[in-house]
């Protein structure tokens, strides 16, 4: 099977990830990289390379050997840039969010269903071995029903002039969740809670609370502040309980047959015994790959079969769309905000 | 000096350890355990021990050979057995909370306040080493101002018919922020969001929003759902951030020499310069001890010196309305509701 | 079922934790401590306690109100004490090492076989719930055979000017070999290596090589001068890796099924094919119960129904053998010396 | 100031780390990779490169637009190659063990002695950040005296044919301590244990015991069976004590403030008092960096200024000698081995 060509479009922090990636991936040949700063991008390529280095968006798009390109701007020159791409008939894959407001999101998407082009957005770690097991353990009903899910994501950030904490490290958190529940993230409401102790004028602390199917409830605690580094997510379940520590690296994913049971004895619910059950522990082994490299694979795969990609603009959206919802919230106290997302799970 | 003579009210689940340590104690005399259940009180005084064995509070109360006592029964109880203690001339030292409402919290304050006795609150974690240890360091400014707390105590827990997850765990972490904040506990407004997917009628899992002064913020995560155990503390200061993991036996302690800088360069406070340390980590030694054997320590000076306790009355009523307002907020979808707190600090 | 009655012998270190467990058990009544320390007795026995303190030796042996003795007294003293205790008909449980020559130590056990009376060591480690389901899981087959064995057990321990590292620490691992090894703990050689850096005159810091059936070896790292503590156990399987970490609160034991594979190709061995397998992890559920209560409940059990105990006197003198034949390999560089145990496995 | 011009021999396992930081770094340009199999090189110079593949060593040897060699095959083939290429005039930086015998590797460095051609060994670890920071705390006398050092290397390795554990895996442990010991490792003798339990005809599992100066010990656990990977490695010292734990990302090294004093109270040294200090403990930043980075930095450093690099071809010969001396040992039951090196420390 012959490659597809790709093109790389934004040399600052992510781009040469996805440059590497798409460089040792069977599936695809870097044609390209793109960046206005020429040196930043001659810098991603390499020497004795023959990869080429274009400093214009336009000349660029306006090639007919590149088939794809993948978007690692900053999410406000999203919407032109892909656009610009999906016009010029690219099929495109681009970094999280995939916009900066729903209306321009919604463009995008509908914009490539028009042109029939692939539209798929970088949610990396939809594509890491933990994640896709969480969503097998999920499925398949070893978990039982889902009880509460709790996402630490805390670490000296970059503390951003124009970006909050929640548009900046929330998407992680949000696109896990869309990508392991069995109906994707619908929540009815979102609370958010966010705090500025550096008085930049964003919130540099936040805290997110999602109100689930059946009493359930997701929350996802993210931190620029923090001097250790926490990512921790817990799924507890009714059978079995499931937490992923993504920095113990000899043991990132366990599963606790222990739990809380409750035998309901009469019709009063409050009067249900409750019991506990001490189980063994299990902690599945893991075929660790990079994560990149599967999602360009996924990308090419799509392209190729003509079939939404694993991570598709859809999914985007509905990140989006919680991500604006807990921006009303912050502004009224935290109070949970509906959601009335319009997005179908794929 | 001669000891004080002490009585424990409640053989449950707390009881024989308060007996325990008032046994072992060079300044208590432990002369009785008290409880409706004579078989269970006569289990926690153990086999060849002269310890006297009571069934009638009253009986108990009306001896003349009985200093202090220690009162470990549930929270609903507590107003009636410490106002008859209080009565009957009797110095006490009550578990958390220290009521279950503010009203006749207030009453039994007052009501020590009166007859010149001592009234403690049994805020156990305020007696131990990491908290002394934190207390110390926010105290002397090592930490620097406070920027965001976050307390995590998740744990298979027992899920109880009258009492939900807040008022079962949260006062453990409200007394140690009203013990380590130089100003006490003293937030203007609490937001709680709550879940109870076993439909139990309670919430099993809360997540509490404290806006501390100056931007700061405190929140608290308390999960009775989790078959994985986290004690998770962290105070992040201008200067330094400090963790306390209570479940790492060699390291509780770590203070991170590395935070965020603010450096403002104009009016402009967005446009402000960030920049980040990356210094040492710094492992105080602990002087690890019982925290229960330094808590009744604290209670005889405090009757010796006619002075009041670390953790006094007014500090239970603190932690208490935070509870209450938690309460409201919980009703309103969460959003901050504000907390009139009357309580001076100590 | 009427209460054995017991004394505790050795108000030190270890003896106040023999009385209290001897104190909590279903199955004995403590009677007396007896040191020749008054007062260090009577703070074992404690305020408002009817447990009798002796300080003579004889005078306690005389008694007939007493069945059994636990001796916790240096190793020096072991011989003298426990051959009185038997000759005055008292059962007898140890401290570890049974005694300080093999000479003395055959002696106490042919003693105790001629008068009819059990002779226990007090081998702690193998009455907790790590060693027992280790004890289990290389029995019934699940890790395969035995390829290697490797214990550290280092911390800041107590110099001592007569009892070096080998003495005081290897007894515990020993002891844990001797109990989970099918045939019991009989190499035929061991090397030692020691260091004294201190120039105390005796090792600090020591090493032990043990072979053992096929191929196999155990290897004993024990280390006086560690500021941090590590007590790690690791089992290789040909099957399974099983790996104790003592230390590690929630997950003490870990299986792995992970390993090595061998396939013979053809005559030549090696030539053979080699292959990994990588596999799940698995943590056993642990009964925690204090280790203590239950090797004062086999000693009872023992008592009654007239049969050896789980550590009896030849396992105590396995492990003396090896103490023994470390000596003489220290004092020829380290070289692998033989062992002539005579000791039958239980 | 102009690159050096560079290839690498060998595309096996380290070849591609080498060829990447080649690649990357500053001071070099990598013209060439060579090896018998072609398609094996060419998958290390990758697609769109214009880095050349050569099948040919005595062609690559030949050209004279390459300044140095990067050595990466089997230790058995490093005398035949690294000689051809300095009588070629080539620098040569080799992976460890510098050769498979000391008789050829002194060959090796007196040639490039003769020939004024750099002749370095890559001795990977001691370009790392912790290992350079002990070294420093070592030579600044933060540690105080060496007491001992125990090192624990162990995971699932390739079990080799012609390679036991000791050659595979002790070289790292040795440069290390070369490396950071300040006079080199130069001990008077060395004890090796192993294990063969797969009967493979090569130690598996093994052990090493070197005395140094001053009744101090290091001693060296590797291993190729272990399910668990662990790197360990402790420095305790008379004033503190050190640990490296190279799997905490988070914490590397911790530096204690514990240890045991002793304090001579007469000529009696077994009758001196030793006591205890439990201080903090501190864990210092590490500026961490690719350690193969470093590496090839200091090659180019040490051919423009004419120096030893730090891990020369006599460092090399300190590690060989060792290997040496431990195959003795084995073959001797573990006793203690002579060495007899003439290496000087750089």
């Known amino acids: 099977?012959?490659?597809?060509?790709?093109?790389?479009?934004?040399?600052?922090?992510?781009?040469?990830?996805?440059?590497?990636?798409?460089?040792?991936?069977?599936?695809?040949?870097?044609?390209?990289?793109?960046?206005?700063?020429?040196?930043?991008?001659?810098?991603?390529?390499?020497?004795?390379?023959?990869?080429?280095?274009?400093?214009?968006?336009?000349?660029?798009?306006?090639?007919?050997?590149?088939?794809?390109?993948?978007?690692?701007?900053?999410?406000?020159?999203?919407?032109?840039?892909?656009?610009?791409?999906?016009?010029?008939?690219?099929?495109?894959?681009?970094?999280?969010?995939?916009?900066?407001?729903?209306?321009?999101?919604?463009?995008?998407?509908?914009?490539?269903?028009?042109?029939?082009?692939?539209?798929?957005?970088?949610?990396?770690?939809?594509?890491?071995?933990?994640?896709?097991?969480?969503?097998?353990?999920?499925?398949?009903?070893?978990?039982?029903?889902?009880?509460?899910?709790?996402?630490?994501?805390?670490?000296?950030?970059?503390?951003?002039?124009?970006?909050?904490?929640?548009?900046?490290?929330?998407?992680?958190?949000?696109?896990?969740?869309?990508?392991?529940?069995?109906?994707?993230l619908v929540p009815t409401a979102v609370g958010a809670q966010g705090a500025d102790p550096l008085k930049v004028g964003q919130s540099c602390v936040g805290y997110l609370t999602l109100p689930l199917a059946d009493g359930a409830m997701a929350h996802v605690h993210v931190n620029w502040l923090s001097p250790t580094k926490i990512r921790q997510f817990v799924v507890g379940g009714s059978k079995k309980t499931l937490v992923w520590d993504d920095l113990a690296p000899q043991q990132r994913l366990t599963v606790f047959d222990r739990g809380v049971d409750l035998r309901e004895t009469s019709a009063d619910r409050a009067a249900a015994q409750i019991s506990y059950r001490l189980g063994d522990a299990w902690a599945p082994a893991l075929k660790e790959s990079e994560a990149l490299g599967v999602m360009v694979g996924e990308f090419a795969a799509a392209i190729r079969e003509g079939r939404p990609p694993r991570t598709d603009g859809h999914a985007g959206l509905r990140v989006l769309d919680v991500l604006e919802a807990a921006r009303s919230s912050l502004a009224d106290g935290g109070r949970l905000t509906p959601i009335h997302s319009m997005e179908a799970v794929k």
């Open 1 to 184: 099977m012959s490659k597809l060509h790709a093109a790389v479009i934004g040399a600052g922090y992510w781009g040469p990830n996805l440059a590497r990636n798409f460089r040792s991936s069977p599936d695809w040949d870097l044609v390209a990289v793109c960046d206005l700063d020429e040196a930043r991008a001659r810098k991603v390529v390499g020497e004795r390379s023959t990869v080429e280095v274009v400093t214009s968006l336009d000349e660029l798009l306006a090639r007919d050997d590149i088939d794809a390109v993948a978007v690692a701007t900053p999410a406000a020159t999203h919407a032109r840039i892909v656009t610009a791409a999906l016009e010029a008939g690219k099929h495109v894959v681009v970094e999280k969010p995939i916009a900066d407001g729903g209306v321009a999101g919604r463009a995008m998407v509908a914009l490539a269903a028009d042109r029939g082009l692939t539209l798929m957005v970088d949610h990396t770690f939809c594509y890491t071995a933990p994640v896709l097991k969480i969503r097998e353990l999920i499925a398949d009903g070893s978990l039982g029903d889902i009880q509460f899910i709790d996402s630490v994501r805390i670490n000296l950030g970059l503390v951003q002039p124009d970006v909050d904490v929640f548009w900046d490290l929330a998407p992680h958190d949000l696109s896990i969740l869309d990508f392991i529940l069995p109906g994707g």
